[in-house]
């Protein structure tokens, strides 16, 4: 069986960093080559006392109030690979290995988490919350792909917020983070948080003590006490795309804008940009997150892979917004091949409408590359007139409310130019 694939990178600009006043949030997810990922949003909700939330493997307390979400996600699954919230807080995940043990059976997968923590924290910090206290509750677990052959990971995450961004890192239940409140800073499939701890799980270090990793004296560096001993081949790699990250990363600090975030993205030198066996980039984020709360932050999706021929469209929560069902995979119910037991037998067929006009796009890249590229071009266009639409609005030229359905429009056009 071929190696699994367990690489992304995720990226946070803030001032002085950005060459704006605002956040900026970028995240590659490189999953499975044949995975569909979805982009689809839930309103804000309510739910009657002591109801229960089904998530991908197992069922946990609803709480009563959950923030309007959008997510980008792979399709048979219920958590997401990233997102946001109304509140202005995004989040992406990365698979690590540790010393902890991946224990078996089903639990919370990290994607749960990143949706757990938007659909319940009204902040950066209000989300690792969520998490870390779901991951004391319930623990970390479960298949990662849609393939009956084992494969688990425990998970760190890169949250971010108007105000500040905090990485965190975990092994098992235990957890630890790290605030980060200005300049760049990038993760990638490896522990990086050393003796700089801002938060952590309370009993981090006994269990370090009591395993043998830490004597108790020295200074406490997380990843050097909780890096495996003999990490995978993937986490190995990893470090080449987190370089290559930071390099990028330094190159433009102090000037990084959406447009710069999706340049890095779309990077292949460094691998960033994914393709390789059997996985690749399935889909890309991008956002801007003002520090002036009275403009609204803007999320950038492609819903398709490899960002180096996709375009971004950016998604702007609203009262009034239409949902974009053409980026919402098909639902298959109680018959859906992850609900089955034993799961993942068979296979459905998860593409939606953009995925499946941006596949036939793709074709006619490689087979007429000429016509490939004056497509291609034509929607690059297109991507840079909704970053302008985006910038006059965020400087107040024109106002937020007429772009509700930019999502909708991008999404619509781009299919139509597949056409």
Known sequence: MAEAPVSCDCFVSLPPGSRDDHVIFGKNSDRPRDEVQEVTSYPAASHPPGSMLECTYIQIPQVEQTHAVVLSKPAWMWGAEMGANDQGVC???????????????????????????????????????????????????????????????????????????????????????????????????????????????????????????????????????????????????????????????????????????????????SGICMDSGGFCTTGSMVSVLPKDTSLPCIHFFTATPDPSRSIFKPFIFSECSTRVLRVVSPQFGPDDPVRKQ???????????????????????????????LDVYETLRDLESQCLSEISAMLSGEIPGEELGDLFFDCVDTEIKFYQ
């Open 342 to 372: 034993p799961r993942f037998q068979t296979q459905v067929d998860r593409r939606h409408d953009l995925y499946k006009a941006h596949q036939v796009a793709l074709n006619t890249m490689e087979t007429n590359p000429d016509k490939g």
């Open 91 to 269: 989040i992406g995940n990365e698979a690590v290995w540790t010393r902890e043990p991946v224990v078996p059976g089903e639990a919370l997968l990290g994607m749960d988490l990143v949706r757990l923590g938007l659909e319940r924290g009204d902040s950066a910090w209000a989300a690792l919350a969520v998490i870390t206290g779901l991951l004391e509750q319930h623990g970390q677990g479960g298949q990662c792909r849609e393939d009956p052959g084992p494969f688990s990971y425990h998970n760190t995450f890169l949250l971010v917020d108007r105000n500040e961004a905090w990485v965190l890192e975990t092994a098992g239940r235990l957890w630890v983070a790290h605030k980060v409140t200005e300049g760049v800073k990038n993760i990638s499939n490896q522990l990086t948080i050393g003796a700089d701890i801002s938060a952590e799980h309370p009993e981090l270090r006994s269990v370090a003590q009591a395993q043998g990793w830490w004597d108790g004296e020295g200074e406490f560096n997380f990843s050097q006490v909780f890096s495996p001993e003999n990490p995978p081949a993937r986490m190995e790699l990893a470090k080449q795309r987190y370089r290559g990250g930071t390099e990028l990363l330094q190159q433009h600090d102090g000037s990084v804008t959406a447009e710069v975030m999706m340049s890095i993205l779309r990077d292949k030198p």
